[in-house]
């Protein structure tokens, strides 16, 4: 990950606009589809911008090998994964440091909403597959998942919201893509439980300082709520409406 600044300055013009012409301030556009896999137990597709994810949530179900299983709770199992064809060179579809990284903190990210008490001696299953990736993919994934997640009857105590900012031409941002991400100097991707506002995941790219922190944090908290409106709106819509998801399986 660049996060030496290069020649950043570009990356935000004279009026205050990046380069896909965002203000600093600005989600790109997102887009949640709910329940849209036939063979799932629980699934949905986000469009982050230019990320396009689909999460599959299969379970509780019985765990193999057996001795894996715990008296007391579900084992929450995660794997993000990019396609070999989700960035521009082909990537190597065997599991990078990168994805077991990013598959461990997605678990640990959602397991704090999840009643996994509820289902004792059982595996739940989240499958995150990136088809085309732009910078802030594990965000994505994980909104996507916890969406899924609900889609499948998970007993859940809240829905689990992200959203990355960053520093980017010296600027506080919210919402970096790809190129702000390796041209730019921090990225903060966070994730909450926003009915109860806990954070399940914090990590930092790069270095801010106090004040930057701060401004980060708040950017990208105000981004976890837009897209928690946005996936309540998606569940809504496919369980009391008919506008949030195709029912039919079929994509
Ligand atoms: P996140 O997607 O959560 O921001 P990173 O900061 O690690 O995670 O990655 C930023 C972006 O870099 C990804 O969204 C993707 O577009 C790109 N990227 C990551 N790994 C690869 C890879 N192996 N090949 C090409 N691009 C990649």
């Not at 499958?127 to 007993?155: K, P, Y």
């Not at 926003?194 to 790069?206: A, F, K, N």
């Amino acid at each position: 990950m660049g996060k030496a600044g290069g020649d950043s300055a570009a990356l935000i013009n004279e009026q205050g606009l990046r380069l896909d012409g965002r203000r600093i301030d600005e989600l790109r556009p997102i887009r949640i589809e709910v329940g849209i896999l036939r063979n799932a137990d629980g699934s949905a597709y986000i469009q982050f911008g230019k990320n396009k994810i689909m999460a599959a949530v299969y379970g509780p179900k019985e765990v193999h090998p057996k001795h894996s299983a715990l008296p007391d709770k579900s084992v929450l199992r995660c794997r993000y994964h990019m396609s070999p064809f989700s960035t521009e060179e082909r990537k190597n579809p065997a599991p990078s440091r990168r994805e077991i990284e990013i598959s461990k903190v997605i678990r640990e990210a959602l397991e704090p909403a999840l009643m996994l008490e509820d289902y004792p001696r059982t595996a739940i299953d989240v499958f995150v597959e990136v088809l085309q990736s732009d910078g802030g993919s594990r965000c994505a994934g994980i909104s996507a998942a916890s969406v899924a997640l609900a889609d499948a009857g998970i007993n859940m105590r809240d829905l689990v919201s992200a959203c990355a900012a960053g520093k980017v031409a010296g600027q506080i941002v919210m919402d970096v893509d790809d190129t702000e991400d390796k041209e730019g100097q921090a990225d903060l991707p966070i994730a909450i439980m926003p009915m109860s506002s806990q954070v399940t995941l914090l990590q930092l790219d790069g270095q801010l300082n106090d004040e930057e922190f701060h401004k980060a944090f708040n950017f990208a908290l105000d981004g976890c709520r837009r897209v928690y409106q946005l996936q309540r709106e998606a569940l809504i819509g496919k369980y009391f409406g008919n506008n949030g998801g195709n029912s039919d399986g079929g994509l």
